[in-house]
T-cell receptor, first 112, second 112 residues
Framework: DVKVTQSSRYLVKRTGEKVFLECVQDMDHENMFWYRQDPGLGLRLIYFSYDVKMKEKGDIPEGYSVSREKKERFSLILESASTNQTSMYLCASGREGNQPQHFGDGTRLSIL | GESVGLHLPTLSVQEGDNSIINCAYSNSASDYFIWYKQESGKGPQFIID?????DKRQGQRVTVLLNKTVKHLSLQIAATQPGDSAVYFC???????????FGAGTRLAVHP
């Protein structure tokens, strides 16, 4: 089975902090994705990566950056956390082409 | 988590009945579609997928129907069980790097 592991289930940080969310997949997938999920807004794509060191902006990249130094690991960075970034963050990975994305169980991030 | 279900349409069914969850997709160029199930506190879980050259695909207790003429997708669950209670999302791939567009979701509530 595909395993996508997010480093934290719950995280509480303060406004202005730099926050790192980590995601690791074990299936050698080319593509990796970061989403946020908010009530009434569904899943929104923040960034994705289709190869090591490659990244593309999704629909809501403002206030975020990403890093993919190794194929299995994709990190989401909140450069200076703000309260409107309080959300559920979901990482996913998938193969190229018409293949399903596989999700981790999410990190519920609260910015105080 | 629990907040995923807020503001979503809800389908209530009796245990043992068949469930039909509907989804209207947006892009006529989409050639790949997926259904996901999200239980409380977990990430979306892949259920079944279908490519645009098919109009029906069956899995274990689930069937996906695709009507490209009206851009409509449905998920049928046979003999619905309490464990099927969750939020269900459809997703479409309009092409390129397997970026998915997700529907808003439907909450399925199964009553004994």
């Amino acid at each position: 089975d595909v395993k996508v592991t997010q480093s934290s289930r719950y995280l509480v940080k303060r406004t202005g902090e730099k926050v790192f969310l980590e995601c690791v997949q074990d299936m050698d997938h080319e593509n990796m994705f970061w989403y946020r999920q908010d009530p009434g807004l569904g899943l929104r794509l923040i960034y994705f990566s289709y190869d090591v060191k490659m990244k593309e902006k999704g629909d809501i990249p403002e206030g975020y950056s990403v890093s993919r130094e190794k194929k299995e690991r994709f990190s989401l960075i909140l450069e200076s956390a703000s309260t409107n970034q309080t959300s559920m963050y979901l990482c996913a990975s998938g193969r190229e082409g018409n293949q399903p994305q596989h999700f981790g169980d999410g990190t519920r991030l609260s910015i105080l | 988590g629990e907040s995923v279900g807020l503001h979503l349409p809800t389908l209530s069914v009796q245990e043992g009945d068949n469930s039909i969850i509907n989804c209207a997709y947006s892009n006529s160029a989409s050639d790949y579609f997926i259904w996901y199930k999200q239980e409380s506190g977990k990430g979306p879980q892949f259920i079944i997928d279908i490519r645009s050259n098919m109009d029906k695909r069956q899995g274990q207790r689930v069937t996906v129907l695709l009507n490209k003429t009206v851009k409509h997708l449905s998920l049928q669950i046979a003999a619905t069980q309490p464990g099927d209670s969750a939020v269900y999302f459809c997703a479409e791939n309009p092409g390129g790097y397997n970026k998915l567009i997700f529907g808003a979701g439907t909450r399925l509530a199964v009553h004994p």
